[in-house]
């Protein structure tokens, strides 16, 4: 009788051995990675390779871009662009791989560019020859007398006695360029034309010629352009300033003849007044005309319409008399305040006026002495025409 052999469990121990074998076999050793210090040099060794590959390369290109010599100026430009050769820069002359720039250009790395001084000198004496020749032409236009077109030659001369010029020293090939490149610039801005001769000649044009036009002329032919315009202007002006001298002398005459009007009440009031206060002797009439003469100031006498429209005043004045009368033996016009009835004048008068009245006792001792002298004159006449 056969029996079945019994399997023997397997030991915990065992298993356990077995998987820490596994684990170290797929763990990688510690030794493997750099540590920190040596990852921080690591970095710094390799950023200083980079920076010394990259200085390398630059400087290998560039003594390999200088090296590398110009292509001559008389090259078709097929072969120029050539990879054994640097093309030949514009305003440049190249010869067995040497670069020249022409006269007035200056080398700048593989360019030719324009000299700055020499440029500016010659801009600043191609706007003097313009200057010249529009200010000229401007007094053509202006007055009829000048000069329109000038010959190069001319101009050409004249260069050289400019203050410009004189500092540009003994160099004759920047003397000439100098001046070949203001030439240029003039030939640019001005008009050309070639006379009989085949000889070029320079002229302002027009339109630049109106700057340099002095302000009399700009004002002169403004004022003929627009004549018309301008004389329904001064028209209008005068007219108006006429009639505002007009209005405001009516004012004038209208409120000084009230204030005139005044003072002729007053007097003739105190006159009368005072005539019957003075035994009956006084006059209690006064003559016009010498009122006039008392109160108007001398350059107001000249003016017969203040005194006329006083007197229209007065004739409208129902307290006032007015009627002729013999005085000297002439016939002079009076005026004389009715006493009896009538209101006083004083309230009529206007405060705040700033022209003062004149004093009337002048002319009150003048007429009562008129007076006296008149009515012995009368009471003669009288004893002359009784039998």
Same mark, same amino acid.
């Given at each position: 009788m056969s029996s079945t052999p019994?399997?023997?469990?397997?030991?915990?121990?065992?298993?356990?051995?077995?998987?820490s074998s596994l684990n170290s076999i797929l763990e990688p050793p510690q030794s493997l990675f750099p540590s920190k210090g040596e990852f921080l040099r690591l970095i710094t060794v390799l950023a200083i390779a980079s920076a010394v590959a990259l200085s390398c390369n630059y400087f290998l290109t560039f003594f390999a871009s200088t090296s590398k010599p110009f292509c001559d100026s008389n090259l078709d430009p097929i072969d120029s662009f050539s990879d054994s050769c640097e093309p030949c820069p514009s305003n440049g002359k190249c010869y067995e791989g040497k670069l020249e720039c022409i006269y007035g250009y200056r080398r700048h790395g593989k360019l030719c560019i324009e000299d700055r001084d020499i440029d500016e000198t010659a801009k600043k004496l191609s706007e003097s020859v313009e200057a010249g020749l529009c200010e000229a032409y401007a007094q053509v236009l202006c007055y009829g007398t000048g000069t329109v077109w000038? +010959? #190069?030659?001319?101009?050409?001369?004249? !260069?050289?006695r400019h203050n410009l010029m004189q500092n540009v020293g003994s160099d004759h090939t920047t003397y000439v360029y100098m001046k070949r490149r203001a030439m240029e610039t003039i030939a640019k801005l001005l008009e050309t034309r070639a006379n009989?001769?085949?000889?070029?000649?320079?002229?302002?044009p027009d339109a630049l010629a109106e700057h340099y036009k002095?302000?009399?002329?700009?004002? +002169? #032919?403004?004022?003929?352009?627009?004549? !018309?315009?301008?004389?329904?202007i001064c028209a209008g002006l005068?007219?108006?300033?006429?009639?505002f001298l007009k209005v405001r002398q009516r004012m004038y005459i209208s409120a000084r003849a009230e204030e005139l009007y005044n003072q002729v009440c007053d007097m003739l009031e105190e006159n009368a007044l005072g005539s019957k206060n003075v035994d009956g002797e006084g006059e209690s009439w006064v003559v016009a005309s010498w009122l006039r003469d008392h109160l108007l100031f001398p350059r107001e006498r000249k003016d017969p319409q203040l005194w006329k429209k006083v007197e229209e005043l007065v004739q409208d004045d129902s307290r006032v008399d007015r009627y002729p009368k013999l005085v000297k033996g002439e016939s002079k016009v009076v005026w004389e305040w009715q006493v009896e009835g009538s209101l006083s004048s004083s309230g009529r008068r206007k405060k705040g006026e700033g022209i003062e009245l004149k004093s009337n006792e002048g002319i009150n001792t003048n007429i009562n002495q008129?007076?006296?002298?008149?009515?012995?004159?009368?009471l003669q006449a009288l004893g002359d025409c009784v039998p």
């Open positions: 019994k399997k023997r469990p397997k030991s915990k121990h065992n298993s356990y051995s077995k998987n000038v +010959r #190069e030659n001319d101009i050409w001369n004249d !260069l050289d009989l001769h085949g000889l070029h000649e320079f002229k302002c002095p302000l009399t002329c700009r004002f +002169r #032919e403004l004022v003929s352009k627009h004549s !018309l315009i301008i004389m329904l005068i007219g108006c300033a006429v009639l008129s007076s006296r002298t008149l009515k012995t004159v009368d």
